[in-house]
């Protein structure tokens, strides 16, 4: 079956860096889109970045433009996300999610129904 495995997260201060990563296993990992969302307590759960297949298009919610980078390794079925210069309001928990289609637009890839696959989240927390 198919599993996304996050892992990297933790207890940063404010300003600090820290890089989640996304395991997958179960499905041919190159045939699809990879997102990141993430979800505060007492939040709904929101998009954060998002990487086609071959790595060559890249898409980022405003809120963490400049300050996350999302990159993958599809030797390693393995999806990342940098996270410089962090903030409390980032605080959440992050999850990966694959996606087989290779739709091209913003209101898509915002959408948490347009993904097939959802990793079980980890937990970041910035502190102030």
């Known amino acids: 079956q198919v599993q996304l495995v996050e892992s990297g997260g933790g207890l940063v201060q404010a300003g600090g860096s820290l890089r989640l990563s996304c395991a997958a296993s179960g499905l041919t990992f190159s045939q699809y889109a990879m997102g990141w969302f993430r979800q505060a307590p007492g939040k709904e759960r929101e998009f954060v970045a998002r990487v086609n297949r071959s790595g060559s298009n890249i898409y980022y919610a405003d809120s963490v433009k400049g300050r996350f980078t999302i990159s993958r390794d599809n030797a390693k079925n393995t999806v990342y996300l940098q996270m410089n210069s962090l903030k409390p309001e980032d605080t959440a928990v992050y999850y990966c999610?694959?996606?087989?289609?290779?739709?091209?637009?913003?209101?898509?890839?915002?959408?948490?129904?347009?993904?097939?696959?959802w990793g079980q989240g980890a937990q970041v927390t910035v502190s102030s």
């Open positions: 999610a694959a996606d087989r289609n290779t739709i091209s637009s913003r209101s898509y890839y915002y959408n948490l129904g347009s993904y097939d696959y």
